[in-house]
């Protein structure tokens, strides 16, 4: 499902707060329900930050990392969250072409 989310995400869609609903009513299943919600909270903040969000973000979950000062769940979930905004990074500039606010 987190798959289906970057793909529709990435395309040229002219109505985002659909596509956030739309990815919103998907059914999740089991397991990758954290993925999910990662996907679902970057597309929103991406959206709502611009595509400046992405290394930002980045670099505050590197510093974090860098830290070592969390616990092994902590540093699994902020491995899980860096990979899908390094996905976003790479096809968000395409995605963002046209859209002057992002």
Do not use: C, W
């Not at 970057?42 to 974090?64: A, V």
């Not at 070592?68 to 899980?80: C, P, R, T």
């Amino acid at each position: 499902a987190s798959d289906v989310y970057k793909r529709q995400y990435q395309r040229r869609v002219r109505d985002k707060a659909s596509l956030v609903k739309a990815a919103e009513g998907l059914e999740v299943p089991s397991g990758l329900d954290f993925s999910s919600k990662v996907y679902l909270k970057t597309m929103k903040s991406i959206d709502e930050k611009g595509k400046e969000f992405l290394s930002k973000e980045t670099d505050r979950l590197t510093r974090i990392l860098q830290t070592g000062s969390v616990s092994a769940e902590q540093l699994d979930n902020m491995k899980i969250r860096l990979n899908i905004l390094k996905q976003f990074q790479s096809g968000t500039n395409k995605y963002n072409d046209d859209d002057d606010d992002h």
